[in-house]
């Protein structure tokens, strides 16, 4: 994917509103922490993917400043709800900034906690419709693991950075996150309880339907 092709594909995407182009350019001036914001092609998937399916209740495991989670709430149903999960109190304060500019604050319910002691606290009953995962690469196992029985038959599960810019089939990367992000592609595809496809979307994304 060269510059001028990445242009010309978010040249054909819906374009951000205004909301979203401050979001985005107020993330941007925090620095090179702002490579955490999803990226704009990627944000767009995940509110047409909320749409497609018809998502009333959906869960999001890491939201930094917000972009997906307003493209996510903004797919839901209009009785849908999007629970966020965080542990910075500092990029949830822009977050509801924002919420609110987009007009989805009242459907969105931030919690600033570790994400595995809020998903561990959710009733386990079997109604999430989508949910995301982009937070620690290091819990992403863990959390699927918690998200899958409370995700609904043929609800979707999304990860992020699962080619985690190209260092997954790097042999002399060891690190944690590398080999955490490894050790759940190869788990989500031996998984029989699910139906998963790995797409080159950003920086690589894996779908995953429940059986």
């Given at each position: ?17 205004a909301v ?15 490579r955490m ?117 043929n609800g ?56």
């Amino acid at each position: 994917m060269t510059p001028a092709l990445y242009d010309y594909l978010v040249a054909h995407a819906p374009p951000p509103d205004a909301v979203l182009q401050d979001l985005a350019a107020e993330t941007a001036a925090l620095g090179p922490i702002s490579r955490m914001q999803v990226a704009v092609e990627e944000a767009a998937f995940l509110g047409w993917l909320a749409r497609v399916i018809g998502a009333r209740r959906a869960v999001e495991v890491g939201t930094f400043t917000g972009y997906s989670a307003i493209a996510m709430a903004r797919g839901l149903r209009p009785d849908g709800h999007l629970l966020c999960c965080d542990v910075s109190e500092e990029w949830a304060a822009v977050a509801r900034r924002y919420f609110a500019r987009a007009g989805v604050a009242d459907r969105i319910t931030l919690k600033i906690a570790p994400a595995l002691e809020t998903l561990r606290a959710l009733p386990p009953a079997a109604d999430v419709d989508l949910a995301f995962i982009d937070a620690d690469k290091e819990s992403y196992q863990t959390y699927y693991e918690e998200l899958l029985p409370r995700l609904r038959p043929n609800g979707v599960l999304i990860f992020d950075n699962v080619l985690w810019s190209g260092h997954v089939i790097d042999p002399d990367d060891h690190s944690t996150s590398t080999e955490a992000i490894r050790a759940l592609n190869d788990a989500v595809a031996r998984d029989r309880r699910v139906e998963a496809v790995m797409l080159p979307v950003s920086d690589g994304i894996t779908l995953v339907r429940k059986l």
